[in-house]
Every structure is written in structure tokens, then in C-alpha cells.
């Protein structure tokens, strides 16, 4: 069993323009070394790419606001 | 202007190998219906030790708990650090941006690119030939600084890093800095400004002057480094989105390095745009105040004097010690009127015992000064998107 608990979630900026490129990142840890994978939505129906996962702790995301 | 904003709410899951999730949501605000940019400063603070650089995170965190929080810090390449790092883990000698990756510090990217540019160009003051400029793979060729000083940007930003502007060198009219001349300079600005905002939208490149060495009187030379338009020379094409400057407390009360040369709002003498806050409100960028203290090397100007200049914003009075071009009344001013801000960032460097410019003792005079400063600027935290 090799469960991720998520510990936090930050966004670039306090707050976005519409069309500016919102960067998420993703904080999380495991009692094991991964790989993890990352996903994600929002209830703006944006589409989320991830642009960086070291698989093992951290993820970075991006969509436009 | 903005219209209207919504908050949705971003939902993340992480997912192991085994198919094991973690779910998590976090919200967060969208501002719709204008592409004006917001009136934008941010109260920071660079806080470093070149000898202990093991300390540099707690040192941070330690001036916060003084003062308040960072909003902005400077990261200073030197040569050493040529080429730069392109992720946070290729950073791992580099504790200044370890520390404000851990902190989630927002930072500017000081960059030193190795080529110096050039005044050999028919396009550009000062030469007859346009010369090869490289390519990608070659380092010392403007292409090849441009393509790692982009590729460092873009692989810190991966790394999570808030990457807030950029710009190559810092004290610029100083030119033991850059070792060059004014037209190699902004050469440098010709070349890289659009193929850097082509590959780095939201990060504005501009330029970080010194208050120190060339006093803003000598007008001319500060407008030979700047590659935008002045009252010199109105019909320039504008290669950078924001100008900033280091004053310490020494030179301000000199009474020739002010922001404003008649105080805010007015305009400056005809013929003379040697005061940054006036080139910058001129060529319509943001302007920012990237150093002060009490000292960058000269005599400490004592606690008067760094009232008047830190917050004091009473009536334009006669030189020296104008109060009408303290930070607080300047900042203040340019947020009052919609004119885009640079951060306002205080420097205390730890390596320096015992110097002027540091805040170690919850006594400390300058606190109180401090954050009636960050109060003036919270309203107008933004995005980087500073240009108009």
C-alpha cells in the first residue's frame, strides 16, 4: 500500500485576469518514493496541463484563466 | 478597467502507482471583462549572506517575523552561476533560490549574460556593422545567452518558483557591473525584449539602476542606459517594461536622487528625465524601488533622515531632504493614480555584521516605518503583467 497524502495547493498569484495563464502547485508526500501521478479541474471547466512532476513529492499545473 | 470577478474552485488528485488517490481543493479568483493591467507593487525584501549561505532560509524567515512578510526577493547571478539553473533542483548551490522556492518568495531574476552586446550595428547607435549573432547552442553569442537565460525562466517557473520579472545585470549605470558602455547595453535590451516576452508573457524584463554612484542629476547618462523613450530622445522604440532603482537612505538625502525631480505629479524640468519615477511615467512602465536601507557603503544618514525618506509624506518642500520623494509618498502616488509599481524592497545583507542596514531586535525603529510601507502597497498586489 502506497497511499499519497496531498499537503498543500498554491497558486502564482492572489489573483488572475481572464486569459492569464494560471500556474497551480501541487505539494504531497508518501511513506514510499512513487511515482505519482497528478491530475486535476476546476469548477471553471478549465482545461489543466501538468508542465512539471518530479513524481515524487511536487507538480505544477497550468490553465488559462 | 476590471468589471467583475468569480472564485471557482481548483481539485487536485495525486494518484500512486497502485492506484492509490489524494484529493485536495483549493479556490481561487478570476477577474473578468478587462485586459487593462492592475496597478501592481509588492512591499519586499532581500535578505542575504554570502558567507553562511546555510542560514539563508532561516535569516528570511527571521526578518519576517520582525518585520513582515516578503513579497518580492532579488536573485543576484553571478558569474558563477553562468549558465543558470533551469530548475529549482538544478539550483541546489544556489540557497537564495532554494530558500524563496520554499517560502513561495516571489522573485527577480537578475540575469548576467556573458556577451556584453555590441555598438557595431548600422541599426543601433554607435557602429556601421549588424554582427553574427550566434545561435542557441553557443554561449557568449547573444543567442546563446538568450536561449539559457529563457530556458532558466521557464525551468524555474516549472520548479513552482512565482518568477515575478527579470532583467539582465542590476545597477546598471554603475559600469563596473557591466563593463561596458551605454549603447552595448541597451544593444542587449534591442535583441532579447521580444523573443523573451515571446517565450515569457507574464515575465517583464526591465532595468535596475543604482542610486549610488551617478547622481540623478547627470540626466544624460541615466537616459543613455534606458532602451525606451525620455525627453531626450522621444522617438525610441521602448525594449523594456519596467525600471527600478537602489537607494539607500545615504544618497536620498544627498538631495539629487529622487524618484521625482519635482514630486509627484509634476512634471519634470524640460530637457532633464534623469529622475527614474519621471522616465519611467513617461515611457508608461512600472517603476520600482529594488534596494534601500539605511546604507549601501557611505555614512549611516541616522533615524531622521530615514523617517523623512521611508514615510514621510508631507508638502513639497525645498531640497535637501525632500519629503514629498519618500518611498511611501511616491508608492502611494503611483497606486492613488493607477501608474503600474515594481516592488519596494528593503536589502539587508548578514554577512555585513554590525551594518546599518540590519534588523535584528524587535526595537528596531525602522519596523513601524516598515510595515506602514507594506500597508501602503497591499492593496495593490497583483499579477506581473506590469506593462501597460
Redesign the interface.
Known amino acids: ?6 499537503r498543500n ?18 505539494t ?1 508526500t ?1 511513506c ?1 518514493s ?11 471547466g ?1 482545461t ?1 496541463t501538468v ?2 512532476n ?1 513524481g515524487i513529492s ?4 497550468q490553465a488559462i ?1 | 478597467m476590471t468589471s467583475s470577478s468569480a472564485q471557482y474552485t481548483f481539485s487536485a488528485t495525486v494518484t500512486s502507482e497502485d492506484g492509490f488517490t489524494a484529493t485536495s481543493s483549493q479556490p481561487f479568483t478570476v477577474t473578468a471583462g478587462g485586459t487593462t493591467p492592475t496597478t501592481t507593487g509588492i512591499f519586499g525584501a532581500t535578505v542575504t549572506d554570502k558567507n553562511v549561505t546555510s542560514t539563508i532560509k532561516a535569516d528570511i524567515q527571521a526578518w519576517e517575523a520582525l518585520v513582515t512578510s516578503i513579497g518580492c526577493m532579488k536573485i543576484y547571478f553571478q558569474n558563477a552561476n553562468n549558465p543558470p539553473p533551469t530548475s529549482v533542483a538544478a539550483a541546489a548551490g544556489n540557497a537564495h533560490i532554494q530558500a524563496a522556492w520554499q517560502l513561495g518568495i516571489p522573485v527577480i531574476l537578475c540575469y548576467e549574460p556573458t556577451y556584453s552586446g555590441t555598438t557595431n550595428d548600422a541599426t543601433w547607435p554607435g557602429g556601421a556593422d549588424k554582427p553574427a549573432q550566434g545561435n542557441s547552442a553557443t554561449t557568449g553569442t547573444i543567442l546563446g545567452d538568450q536561449a539559457q537565460m529563457i530556458a532558466s525562466a521557464q525551468g524555474l517557473i516549472k520548479s513552482g518558483m512565482n518568477v515575478l520579472a527579470a532583467c539582465m545585470w542590476q545597477e546598471i549605470d554603475d559600469t563596473g557591473k557591466h563593463g561596458g558602455v551605454p549603447d552595448q547595453y541597451t544593444y542587449l535590451y534591442y535583441q532579447n525584449h521580444g523573443p523573451w516576452k515571446a517565450a515569457l508573457p507574464s515575465v517583464p524584463l526591465g532595468i535596475i539602476y543604482t542610486g549610488y554612484n551617478n547622481p540623478y542629476a547627470t540626466s544624460s547618462q541615466l537616459t543613455s542606459w534606458f532602451p525606451g523613450p525620455t525627453v531626450l530622445r522621444p522617438s525610441d522604440t521602448r525594449y523594456c517594461d519596467w525600471v527600478a532603482v537602489d537607494i539607500y537612505g545615504n544618497g536620498y538625502t544627498s538631495g539629487t536622487r529622487y524618484p521625482y525631480q519635482n514630486g509627484p505629479g509634476n512634471a519634470p524640468n524640460a530637457g532633464t528625465a534623469g529622475h527614474l519615477a519621471d522616465m519611467a511615467d513617461y515611457a508608461g512602465i512600472a517603476f520600482g524601488w529594488s534596494e534601500f536601507g539605511n546604507s549601501a557603503k557611505g555614512i549611516d544618514p541616522g533615524q531622521a533622515n530615514m523617517t523623512l525618506m521611508i514615510s514621510n509624506d508631507a508638502k513639497l518642500t525645498p531640497y535637501p531632504g525632500d519629503p514629498v520623494n519618500s518611498i511611501q509618498a511616491t508608492f502611494a502616488y503611483r497606486v492613488a493614480n493607477g501608474l503600474p509599481c515594481m516592488p519596494v524592497m528593503w536589502y539587508q545583507d548578514n554577512a555585513n555584521t554590525g551594518g546599518p542596514n540590519l534588523i535584528i531586535s524587535s526595537g528596531d525603529y525602522r519596523i513601524p516605518l516598515l510595515k506602514s510601507l507594506a500597508k501602503t502597497l497591499s492593496g495593490s498586489i497583483s499579477s506581473p503583467g506590469l506593462q501597460p
Open positions: 500500500m502506497c497511499a499519497p497524502v496531498l495547493i498554491s497558486f502564482d498569484q492572489a489573483s488572475y485576469t481572464a486569459g492569464q495563464t494560471i500556474t497551480a502547485t501541487v504531497y508518501s514510499c512513487g511515482p505519482f501521478t497528478v491530475a486535476a479541474s476546476d469548477t471553471g478549465r489543466w508542465t512539471f518530479d511536487m507538480a505544477t499545473l484563466a
